[in-house]
Each structure stands twice: as C-alpha cells, then as structure tokens.
C-alpha cells in the first residue's frame, strides 16, 4: 500500500522529578540536603532511512511518545534519562506542523535526523537550592512536561527524472521498459494511483532513478483528479520527460496535450515549470504518428528536445535514456558551479523566534497569564509545598508578572490563572 501523506501526535517523554531528601548517617548529626536530580524526558526523533517507501507504518500508529525521566532519588542520586524515540520515515519526508502548516524540515539524506517533539527537563533535587542562607531546603522542582504537537509527514519522492503527461499516454509502459519496476498498465485513465520508481542502468557505475507520476488533467494544480496528490512528487525532479500521445487514437490533440500539462505545472510552481525539459513523442508505431509529430515539431520549433519512441514496441527508447543520463551530469554540473549543496531545492532551516516572556488578559475578572517561559516555572512547581510557592512568586517578581499585574489594576484576592492552574493574587 503505498501512503505518502499522515498526520501523527507526537509528545516528548516528561522530565523526572527532583527528590527531596536529607541525609541520615552515623555520625553525621545534621546532615544536609541530598536529593537528586529527575533525569531528562527522552525526545520524538524522526529519522530518514533510504529502506523505506512508503508512509504505510503511520496508517495504523498515529501517537508516539518519549520516555520519561527517571525521578531522582536520595544520597544525590540523579534520575536516568529517558530513552529517545526514534521514529523512522523515508527519504523525502516533509515535517509540516498540523496547526498552522509551517514546514519544521525537509529529510532528504538517509540517515537524517530531526527532533520534532523534546523530552522536558528533569527537575532539580534539594541539594541544588541549598545557599548560605537556606541551608536545609525542603521542595525540589518537578520534571518538565515534554514538547506535544500535531505534525503533517508528506511524502515527496526523490527521483532524478520524472515522467509527466496526460492520462494513458504510455508513461508506466516506459517505466517498465527502461526499468526492474512492474507497474500496473492498462488502457483506461487514472490506471496509475500511485507513483512508481524505477531505477535506470546506464552501465556498471552509471545509474539513475526514474518516478512514473500519475496522469496530470487541467485544473490539476486546484486538486482536480488526482493533481495535488501527485504534483508534489516532480517537485524534487532534476529533468522532467514530458510523455506524448502523437498518435491521438484518445480523441485528443497533441499541441494541446503539451500546453494544459505545462500550464499545469507552471500553475502549481514555477520554479517546477522552469526545469529542464524533455518531449517523449510516444506510440509513433500507430497509424497518424509520423503526421502528428510533424504538427508537434512545428509547434515546439527548437525550444525542446523531442525522442519519436513507441514505448510499447522498445523503438527509440536506448537514444532517450542515454541522453537522459547525459543531461543529468550536466544538470548536476552546473548545480555545482552555482554552489548549491542541495540540487533538490535548498533545506528548510527554522530559526527560533524570541519570544515574549508572558502576556496577560484580563477575561471575566480573571487574569489569564499565557506564555512558554512562566508556564513552565508552574510546571515545574510543587504546588502543595509552600516553600516552593514562595520561590515561584519570587520568580514571577524577577520576571516583571506582578509589575505588569499591577499596572494592570489587580487587587488582593483576585485570580490569577497561569495554565491550568488558578491562583488567588497577594502581594508579597
């Protein structure tokens, strides 16, 4: 079954606790403080392994999650670290984020890694709060929740020529001609539903792999047939073949053929329209092929390359391959020269934005504090311990929050709510 697009949950293992803990030895009258530290959630990694084809595995296990942290433990014994969930996808993959369509990465090298989801940190033990003047700390931090989110995996398949063209004209029975790979072949529209990747043998070191895209209609780039579905997989193409019907045995015109399918790729992206192109004038060994290739060549003038083939019978099929393998060293050449180390389109690098420490609203006399930074001071807050709600108010202070509640007009015993929690305001 082949899948090229799944959306998954995926949630980074929770940090560990800190320990609260003192030490009771012989001898030793007053021991100090000796919890250890929680130990790190284990992190979501997807990994891109050349082995695989398809997005088949996500159709039946859509969750996946980090391993927690260990808690730690007494006599400053610190917590293990979560194991990290490795997750692996094929070459090709695209990370979208589910919510806002962002693309996270682009995994193009086998054995590629991206983490998409961080496991949280473990909390802190007493022993690393004890200062000169709070000797004998009695709260530890709790282990940071881990990093969830939706992510969209879309498929994009990494061929170095990609056969394009209309409905039946030939593109899967070239493909399992010049190729190992068996595609489904028959005389009706949309007999391909999937793409089919064959690989080329030019000689004993000389090689290239071939994608079968499904037959393209007008109004493909809008999603009309199977248009969305399937555009995305010439996207990462370094030649495109566009694939002729010269004999016109379906009722349609060849010049017109070229144009909607052309027209098509420049709809969906221009950069993809732009590529090196080549013409594959098939099944010339029907009746009205010779007068329709000269109808064809008159149109196209000198602007493209054109191989009269008839895929059915082998005709021709040798020159195009050949010249295929001589375009792509060109091709690959002179990516070189204009320095790009990506000839599939440049990698996608997210930067990290600051952010805002918190904002606050006001909503029905509550005052709802939002924001990464203060709701992980919270997370990671022993609310029921009141030494360590002591410490998260001075934390809040040091943050600017009650200045900023404050100027805001907040009074003794109104509610302040920071997550899923709710606090009742008084000043310190």
Not at 13 to 27: C, P, Y
Not at 139 to 146: I, Q, V
Not at 263 to 291: C, H, T, W
Not at 319 to 345: C, F, N
Request: glycine fraction near 12%.
């Amino acid at each position: 079954m082949f899948i090229d697009k799944a959306k998954v949950y995926v949630r980074g293992g929770d940090g560990g606790n800190g320990a609260v803990a003192f030490r009771r030895e012989k001898f030793i009258s007053k021991g100090g403080p000796s919890g250890g530290n929680g130990g790190r959630g284990g992190n979501v990694i997807l990994r891109a392994d050349e082995g695989l084809r398809t997005l088949v595995d996500f159709k039946y296990r859509r969750h996946y999650y980090g391993e927690r942290g260990r808690h730690g433990e007494g006599k400053d014994r610190h917590g293990r670290d979560g194991e990290d969930l490795i997750v692996r996808v094929p070459v090709g993959t695209v990370i979208k984020d589910a919510k806002t369509g962002e693309v996270l990465g682009d995994l193009v090298f086998d054995g590629q890694e991206m983490v998409v989801a961080r496991g949280g940190r473990g909390g802190r033990g007493n022993a690393s709060f004890a200062t000169s003047k709070n000797r004998a700390p009695t709260f530890a931090e709790k282990g940071e929740p881990g990093e969830e989110r939706e992510i969209i995996l879309e498929l994009k398949l990494l061929a170095d020529v990609g056969l394009v063209g209309m409905p039946n004209v030939g593109k899967s029975t070239i493909i399992s001609k010049v190729s190992a790979a068996k595609p489904k072949i028959a005389n009706y529209p949309f007999t391909t539903l999937v793409p089919n990747l064959g690989t080329v043998y030019l000689s004993e070191h000389e090689s290239f792999v071939i994608a079968d895209i499904p037959g393209l209609i007008e109004g493909a780039h809008k999603g009309s047939g199977l248009g969305h579905e399937f555009l995305r997989h010439v996207e990462r193409t370094k030649l495109l073949v566009h694939v002729l019907d010269v004999s016109e045995i379906e009722g349609r015109d060849v010049v017109e053929d070229f144009e909607i399918i052309n027209r098509e790729l420049y709809a969906y992206s221009p950069v993809l329209a732009e590529k090196k192109q080549v013409v594959a004038a098939n099944k010339m060994d029907l009746p009205g092929a010779e007068e329709n290739l000269k109808k064809l060549k008159s149109h196209l003038k000198d602007k493209y390359e054109i191989f009269p083939i008839s895929a059915l019978t082998g005709e021709s099929l040798k020159p195009l391959i050949y010249r295929l393998g001589q375009l792509l060293k060109e091709v690959e050449s002179h990516t070189q020269r204009e320095g790009a180390d990506y000839p599939m389109g440049e990698p996608v690098v997210i930067r990290a934005e600051e952010e805002e420490k918190f904002r606050i609203e006001k909503e029905n006399g509550i005052y709802v504090v939002t924001g990464k930074e203060v709701e992980r001071h919270v997370a990671r807050t022993d609310l029921n311990n009141e030494e360590a709600v002591r410490r998260l108010q001075l934390i809040f202070k040091k943050m600017g929050l009650e200045d900023a509640l404050k100027e805001m007009g907040i009074k003794e015993g109104d509610t302040v709510k920071i997550g899923d929690v709710e606090f009742e305001y008084y000043d310190l």
